[in-house]
């Protein structure tokens, strides 16, 4: 095996590793390159492109008209231009639908990487090596630093403690990775599920708006920026409170069947959740990302089609004050 192949496994090691790295092939690069390119990602992102900078790499969400995340996404400023990072599978689909307002801004294009790619990295070891003394800078989830061959980040740690980075590789080469440290993508999915950060899929994109995906606690959200596409709802929905909904991190002890995304948590007969994301662990657990209604949280839930599986909170590594905000309704 090389350091491009990424071992193939269906589940995460239980417990996750203190220290490994995992080539994230289920993402795709994209560069965005040209004289409008801050002006147009101003206009179809919630993040401030004036707050991208070389040792500041945030992430960000695009939204419908509706105000409903399509793309969740990281912003990495790469000298003049800007990298980001779509899901393979919904990669195609969101580049169409953004290239429609790309079409405004002349000699300013967007195109997939293939020379690049992410590296998942649990623990500080392999960090500080990539890193050297540039790792003291990165305080911060977002904090980002060049070093040789690409771009450190440093992103939210899991809710258990462990420090967690993305090295953006920019260049073709071979950087030194250990190779008894490789892991599986699937742990680094169990990772994000652990440190609170969402993914879209097929099945759930346009369902939320972000701070539904608590993405504004992750430094995806900015709400003083000013307008883009769905920022009168978003906005609205954090100025006046009205956030009836949002991200929760649950384990089953064991279950015969993954709960997919996009799939209802019930309390009783009644769906109040959807899944989001959703890893099985090799001892038969698993654990999942889920939009609740607040006033439902703390009732017995399990998964549609499981009734025998209930649900036990888990912790995050941020706090939701918005959970202790406002009357509910159903709507």
Known sequence: MTDTDSPVS????????????AVLDDQVVVRISGPGTDKFLQGQFSQNLDEVTPDRSPRAAAATPKGRAYCLTRMVRAGDDILMDFPSELADNIISHLRKYLMLFRGTTMEEVQESRIIGILGSELAE????????????????????????????????????????????????????DQMSVTDWQAS???A????????????????????QHVDGVHF??????????????????????????FRLERAEELPAPGSALLAGERSVGEVVNSVKYRDSSIELLAVVRHDAAENTLHPDGLP?????????PYSVPEREKSPQSDT
Request: hydrophobic residues 40%; glycine residues 10%.
């Open 224 to 249: 003083k920026k000013g307008c883009y596409t769905g920022q009168e709802v978003i906005a609205r929905m954090h100025f006046l409170g009205q956030l009836k909904k949002s991200l929760f991190r």
């Open 308 to 316: 025998e599986a209930v649900l036990a909170p888990m912790p995050l």
């Open 10 to 21: 269906a589940v995460a090691d239980y417990p996750l590793p203190n220290n490994g790295w």
């Open 129 to 180: 090596s990539l890193g050297g003394d540039a790792l003291d800078e990165l305080k911060e989830p977002g904090d980002s630093s060049p070093v040789r061959d690409g771009i450190l980040v440093k992103t939210q740690p899991t809710a258990e403690g462990t420090a967690r980075f993305e090295f953006w590789q920019t260049e073709e080469s071979e950087p030194a990775l250990p190779a008894g």
């Open 196 to 215: 609170g950060v969402a993914s879209l899929t097929a099945a759930t994109q346009e369902s939320f708006v972000p701070q539904m995906l608590n993405w």
């Open 192 to 194: 994000e599920i652990a």
